[in-house]
C-alpha cells in the first residue's frame, strides 16, 4: 500500500520563542497521567520531572501545554474566517485520540518540523529541529494539532501563487475545509485571543502566527477583518500607530516601547528588530508594549545576533520573504535564494555606492521575488532572486531627490522616512513630507495590522 506522509511545513514559517525554559518540575501525578497515553514515558512517571531542556524535556513540556493551557469560556467564533472554534474544547483529548506515540527524527530535511504517516499508523514522528529551544511549547502545541488533524485524513496541495508557491504540500485548499492548516490557525489564534494565562508577548507572536499561515498556507486565502496601518519608532523608543482618519486627517496615536533603536524587519505578520546597539541581540518586537520573548527570531536574526559588534554595524538592513531571504552588509547584498539550503550568493553592489536599506513601494509581500535597495544618493537599485535566473541586483530608472531608508506602501499610500527621521508621503515620486506635533524624531517605520477578531472588545 502506498504511504502518504503528511509533513508540517515550517520553512520560512516562523515558530521560535519562548525560549527561556521554565525552572519547574512536572508533578509525578502528571508524568502518570502523560503516561497512561503515552507508555514510552512510563519510565518518567516514577517521580517528578524536572525540565532540563533536553529534546524528551520539551517534548514532555509541550504535553502539559496541551493538557493545562486554559481558556476564557464561552470562546465566541470570529465574524470573519480566521477563527471557527472547532477544536476548542480540549485539545489534549483531540490529540491522544489520533496519537498514541512520538517518535524523534534525527534527519529530517530542513524545514520539516514534525510529520505522520496518516490513517493506519498513530504514531507522530518530531524533528529534532522542533525541540530545540528555538521553538516553545505553544508553537510544538499547535504543530502537533496539526499533526493529529492528518490523522483524520486532510492531506495537504501545493499552492499554485502567493508566498508558498510551487511548495509541494504547503498549502490547504481553504480554511473551511478544516484540514491541518486550519488547526495551525485556530490553535495559535485561540491562544491569542482566549488563553488565561498566557504572557501578553507570547499571545501577540500567536495572533501573529494565526495570521501568517492564514495568509499563506490556504489555495484561497482566508478572508479576514483587518485595517492596515503604520507604526513609526521614535527616537525615545515608542511606537506611535499612524492612520488615516477620514476626511484627508492623520492619525497618531501612541503605543507601548522597543527594547532598543534599530531597524524593523517585517516576518510576515511578525515585526523583527535589529537594533543600532551592537550589544543588544535582535529579536521580535510587539509595538503594544507586549513585552519580549528571548528566542530567536529566524534565520536573519540568528545570523546577526552571531556576528562581532563591527560586523552588526555593517548590517544596514535584512529582507525575508517566505522562499527567500536578502541582506545588505559589509559584503554586499547577501541573498539567500535556496529554500531549503543554508547557501548564499554575494553580489556587489553598484560601485560607490552606499546602501541604505530596502524599500517596499509596492507594500511588502512576502511572495514577491525582488525588493527594490535605497542608496545615499538617492538612486535605486532591483535585486532579489529570480525564479528563472536567480539571483540579481539591478540598477533602476527611478530615483528620489531625498534618499529614503525605508518606505512602505500601505494601503494606498506610500510611506517614506528619510536618514535625517522625516517622514513623507510618497506622491508620484515627490516627496511630500509629513508633520504631526504627535511625532518627535522618528527613526523606523514598519507596516503593521488591526485585526476586528482580535482587537475589538
Ligand atoms: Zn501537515
Same mark, same amino acid.
Given at each position: 500500500?502506498?504511504?502518504?506522509?503528511?509533513?508540517?511545513?515550517?520553512?520560512?514559517?516562523?515558530?521560535?520563542?519562548?525560549?527561556?525554559?521554565?525552572?519547574?518540575?512536572?508533578?509525578?501525578?502528571?508524568?502518570?497521567?502523560?503516561?497512561?497515553?503515552?507508555?514510552?514515558?512510563?519510565?518518567?512517571?516514577?517521580?517528578?520531572?524536572?525540565?532540563?531542556?533536553?529534546?524528551?524535556?520539551?517534548?514532555?513540556?509541550?504535553?502539559?501545554?496541551?493538557?493545562?493551557?486554559?481558556?476564557?469560556?464561552?470562546?465566541?467564533?470570529?465574524?470573519?474566517?480566521?477563527?471557527?472554534?472547532?477544536?476548542?474544547?480540549?485539545?489534549?483529548?483531540?490529540?491522544?485520540?489520533?496519537?498514541?506515540?512520538?517518535?524523534?527524527?534525527?534527519?529530517?530535511?530542513?524545514?520539516?518540523?514534525?510529520?505522520?504517516?496518516?490513517?493506519?499508523?498513530?504514531?507522530?514522528?518530531?524533528?529534532?529541529?522542533?525541540?530545540?529551544?528555538?521553538?516553545?511549547?505553544?508553537?510544538?502545541?499547535?504543530?502537533?494539532?496539526?499533526?493529529?488533524?492528518?490523522?483524520?485524513?486532510?492531506?495537504?496541495?501545493?499552492?499554485?501563487?502567493?508566498?508558498?508557491?510551487?511548495?509541494?504540500?504547503?498549502?490547504?485548499?481553504?480554511?473551511?475545509?478544516?484540514?491541518?492548516?486550519?488547526?495551525?490557525?485556530?490553535?495559535?489564534?485561540?491562544?491569542?485571543?482566549?488563553?488565561?494565562?498566557?504572557?501578553?508577548?507570547?499571545?501577540?507572536? +500567536?495572533?501573529?502566527? $494565526?495570521?501568517?499561515?492564514?495568509? &499563506? /498556507?490556504?489555495?484561497?486565502? #482566508? =478572508?479576514?477583518? %483587518?485595517?492596515?496601518?503604520?507604526?513609526?519608532?521614535?527616537?525615545?523608543?515608542?511606537?506611535?500607530?499612524? +492612520?488615516?482618519?477620514? $476626511?484627508?486627517?492623520?492619525?497618531? &496615536? /501612541?503605543?507601548?516601547?522597543? #527594547? =532598543?533603536?534599530? %531597524?524593523?524587519?517585517?516576518?510576515?505578520?511578525?515585526?523583527?528588530?535589529?537594533?543600532?546597539?551592537?550589544?543588544?541581540?535582535?529579536?521580535?518586537?510587539?509595538?503594544?508594549? &507586549?513585552?519580549?520573548?528571548?528566542?530567536?527570531?529566524?534565520?536573519?536574526?540568528?545570523?546577526?545576533?552571531?556576528?562581532?559588534?563591527?560586523?552588526?554595524?555593517?548590517?544596514?538592513?535584512?529582507?525575508?520573504?517566505?522562499?527567500?531571504?536578502?541582506?545588505?552588509?559589509?559584503?554586499?547584498?547577501?541573498?539567500?535564494?535556496?529554500?531549503?539550503?543554508?547557501?548564499?550568493?554575494?553580489?556587489?553592489?553598484?560601485?560607490?555606492?552606499?546602501?541604505?536599506?530596502?524599500?517596499?513601494?509596492?507594500?511588502?509581500?512576502?511572495?514577491?521575488?525582488?525588493?527594490?535597495?535605497?542608496?545615499?544618493?538617492?538612486?535605486?537599485?532591483?535585486?532579489?532572486?529570480?525564479?528563472?535566473?536567480?539571483?540579481?541586483?539591478?540598477?533602476?530608472?527611478?530615483?528620489?531627490?531625498?534618499?529614503?531608508?525605508?518606505?512602505?506602501?500601505?494601503?494606498?499610500?506610500?510611506?517614506?522616512?528619510?536618514?535625517?527621521?522625516?517622514?513623507?508621503?510618497?506622491?508620484?515620486?515627490?516627496?511630500?513630507?509629513?508633520?504631526?506635533?504627535?511625532?518627535?524624531?522618528?527613526?523606523?517605520?514598519?507596516?503593521?495590522?488591526?485585526?476586528?477578531?482580535?482587537?475589538?472588545?
Amino acid at each position: 500500500m502506498k504511504k502518504w506522509i503528511f509533513r508540517l511545513s515550517v520553512l520560512s514559517l516562523v515558530t521560535f520563542t519562548f525560549g527561556a525554559m521554565a525552572e519547574t518540575c512536572i508533578p509525578q501525578s502528571e508524568m502518570q497521567e502523560i503516561a497512561r497515553n503515552f507508555s514510552q514515558f512510563e519510565e518518567y512517571s516514577h517521580s517528578d520531572y524536572c525540565l532540563d531542556g533536553s529534546e524528551i524535556s520539551n517534548l514532555l513540556d509541550s504535553l502539559l501545554f496541551m493538557r493545562k493551557t486554559s481558556f476564557s469560556n464561552p470562546m465566541p467564533p470570529s465574524a470573519d474566517e480566521l477563527f471557527s472554534g472547532r477544536f476548542e474544547s480540549d485539545w489534549y483529548g483531540y490529540f491522544t485520540g489520533r496519537i498514541s506515540k512520538i517518535t524523534i527524527d534525527r534527519g529530517c530535511p530542513k524545514g520539516v518540523g514534525a510529520y505522520v504517516y496518516g490513517y493506519f499508523d498513530q504514531t507522530m514522528y518530531v524533528c529534532t529541529m522542533m525541540l530545540t529551544s528555538d521553538f516553545t511549547s505553544l508553537d510544538r502545541a499547535s504543530v502537533f494539532m496539526h499533526e493529529a488533524r492528518h490523522i483524520d485524513g486532510f492531506p495537504h496541495t501545493t499552492c499554485h501563487e502567493g508566498p508558498r508557491e510551487g511548495i509541494r504540500g504547503a498549502c490547504d485548499f481553504q480554511i473551511s475545509d478544516g484540514g491541518s492548516y486550519a488547526v495551525s490557525v485556530e490553535t495559535y489564534a485561540q491562544i491569542a485571543k482566549y488563553a488565561t494565562e498566557v504572557h501578553p508577548a507570547l499571545r501577540a507572536y +500567536s495572533r501573529a502566527a $494565526a495570521v501568517t499561515y492564514s495568509d &499563506e /498556507a490556504f489555495v484561497h486565502t #482566508p =478572508s479576514i477583518d %483587518r485595517t492596515k496601518g503604520l507604526v513609526v519608532l521614535d527616537n525615545s523608543k515608542q511606537f506611535f500607530k499612524v +492612520s488615516k482618519s477620514g $476626511a484627508g486627517q492623520m492619525k497618531v &496615536e /501612541a503605543l507601548g516601547f522597543a #527594547p =532598543s533603536l534599530g %531597524r524593523v524587519v517585517p516576518r510576515g505578520q511578525h515585526l523583527i528588530l535589529f537594533p543600532t546597539a551592537a550589544d543588544q541581540p535582535a529579536g521580535y518586537i510587539f509595538p503594544r508594549g &507586549e513585552g519580549q520573548i528571548s528566542q530567536q527570531a529566524g534565520e536573519l536574526a540568528r545570523r546577526f545576533n552571531q556576528l562581532s559588534s563591527e560586523e552588526r554595524a555593517h548590517v544596514a538592513d535584512s529582507h525575508i520573504g517566505a522562499q527567500w531571504m536578502a541582506q545588505i552588509n559589509s559584503k554586499g547584498l547577501e541573498l539567500f535564494c535556496e529554500r531549503a539550503s543554508d547557501r548564499s550568493e554575494v553580489l556587489p553592489l553598484p560601485a560607490g555606492k552606499v546602501a541604505l536599506g530596502f524599500l517596499y513601494l509596492q507594500g511588502y509581500d512576502r511572495g514577491s521575488h525582488e525588493v527594490v535597495i535605497s542608496f545615499a544618493d538617492g538612486s535605486l537599485a532591483k535585486a532579489g532572486c529570480n525564479p528563472s535566473f536567480g539571483p540579481f541586483v539591478e540598477e533602476m530608472n527611478q530615483s528620489f531627490s531625498t534618499p529614503l531608508k525605508r518606505a512602505y506602501k500601505v494601503d494606498g499610500t506610500v510611506w517614506g522616512i528619510d536618514q535625517q527621521g522625516q517622514i513623507y508621503e510618497v506622491q508620484n515620486n515627490q516627496l511630500v513630507p509629513f508633520q504631526s506635533k504627535d511625532l518627535n524624531f522618528s527613526v523606523e517605520i514598519a507596516p503593521y495590522e488591526a485585526f476586528d477578531f482580535f482587537d475589538s472588545l
